[in-house]
């Protein structure tokens, strides 16, 4: 399978909080809800149909509990295209901690994390989603298992919490698949790593 990320960033590159106020507290965030009700219907659209295209779905812990108890668990977002298409597939959380997984289809990666997600990556056709789940993204992108990320970019300034990419991180060059922008601003990017940068002569 094709490993893919989706992933909604601030343009100060924030992923913390992007959906209800309430989510993601941690180490005292306040600016919780800054992605919800951004981008155009085209955006919209375009976040359905990613997710109904995925043959399988990787988490990590939180984002799949935030997942589980909202997409999995309030009946109008069950009923919702990307309801029906997570609670179809089958779903990977890479966790040490969860034991007692409450959505159907759920696997729980444990032990050797790489070796479980290149046996998924050998798994044939279709394509193994990553939504959220900013730490397994940046180990993820550290073991060279990624194929190619979408960047949701929003048109705001957030000015605190946790950024997709650390500050002192490894480099990675990338390709740009495809790009555009929609009416309100949402900047839509999909990249292919593509090797560690090349850095100018001094």
Same mark, same amino acid.
């Given at each position: 399978?094709?490993?893919?990320?989706?992933?909604?960033?601030?343009?100060?590159?924030?992923?913390?909080?992007?959906?209800?106020?309430?989510?993601?507290?941690?180490?005292?965030?306040?600016?919780?809800?800054?992605?919800?009700?951004?981008?155009?219907?085209?955006?919209?659209?375009?976040?359905?149909?990613?997710?109904?295209?995925?043959?399988?779905?990787?988490?990590?812990?939180?984002?799949?509990?935030?997942?589980?108890?909202?997409?999995?668990?309030?009946?109008?977002?069950?009923?919702?295209?990307?309801?029906?298409?997570?609670?179809?597939?089958?779903?990977? %959380?890479?966790?040490?901690?969860? $034991?007692?997984?409450?959505? #159907? @289809?759920?696997?729980? !990666?444990?032990? +050797? =994390?790489?070796?479980?997600?290149?046996?998924?990556?050998?798994?044939?056709?279709?394509?193994?989603?990553?939504?959220?789940?900013?730490?397994?993204?940046?180990?993820?992108?550290?073991?060279?298992?990624?194929?190619?990320?979408?960047?949701?970019?929003?048109? %705001?300034?957030?000015?605190?919490? $946790?950024?997709?990419?650390? #500050? @002192?991180?490894?480099? !990675?060059?990338? +390709? =740009?698949?495809?790009?555009?922008?929609?009416?309100?601003?949402?900047?839509?990017?999909?990249?292919?790593?593509?090797?560690?940068?090349?850095?100018?002569?001094?």
């Amino acid at each position: 399978m094709k490993l893919t990320t989706m992933t909604q960033v601030s343009l100060d590159g924030v992923l913390q909080g992007n959906g209800a106020a309430s989510d993601d507290p941690r180490n005292g965030f306040e600016r919780g809800g800054w992605a919800l009700g951004k981008g155009d219907d085209d955006t919209r659209r375009l976040i359905t149909e990613t997710y109904q295209r995925a043959a399988a779905f990787l988490f990590g812990r939180r984002t799949y509990e935030l997942f589980a108890g909202s997409w999995g668990a309030v009946d109008q977002m069950r009923a919702h295209p990307i309801g029906v298409a997570l609670e179809g597939a089958p779903k990977y %959380v890479a966790s040490t901690t969860l $034991t007692a997984p409450r959505w #159907q @289809n759920t696997s729980v !990666l444990r032990g +050797d =994390l790489m070796a479980a997600v290149r046996e998924l990556k050998a798994a044939p056709g279709g394509e193994l989603h990553v939504h959220g789940s900013g730490a397994l993204i940046r180990w993820l992108l550290q073991n060279d298992l990624i194929d190619e990320m979408t960047l949701l970019v929003v048109p %705001v300034i957030v000015g605190q919490g $946790t950024r997709l990419f650390p #500050q @002192n991180g490894p480099d !990675l060059a990338l +390709d =740009l698949v495809r790009s555009q922008v929609d009416s309100k601003g949402v900047t839509i990017q999909s990249f292919r790593p593509a090797g560690r940068p090349h850095y100018a002569a001094a």
